[in-house]
């Protein structure tokens, strides 16, 4: 039971850690999913920074985004690109395993992404993205 205790407070001292890696968010001005997203990663205990850069497409595909999974913004994190509306949670995932990959991406805007919704639900599909080519990242 202690080392259960143990672990949890491990868990519970982690992941703040984590979440307060700096976010830079790259999108279009008055993007209201966008703003919604910044704040939402904001709730999740992230750093985050918003840039109004309209070439957020040009940028995404300089940091590797496939030209088909663009999302809506670009968010850099930890060395990593971040299309899209991705949960917090799986980019938590991505800077605790640190994968060999370029970034982690959401095409579109689905309704139930963060940012589009007050809930998640449903499954969203993130896929990974670098030098081994695409590939899915989470389908939760």
Known sequence: MKSRLTFLAFLALATPALAAEPVTIYRDRGCGCCDAYADYLKAKGFEVAVVDAPDFVDRSIAAGVPEQGVGCHLAMIG??????????EIITRLLEE???IKGITLPGMPANAPGMAAEKTGTLKVYAFGPA??????DE
């Open 79 to 88: 060395g990593y690109a971040v299309s899209g509306l991705v949960p917090a």
């Open 98 to 100: 640190r994968p060999e």
């Open 133 to 138: 080519g695409v590939s899915l990242y989470s």
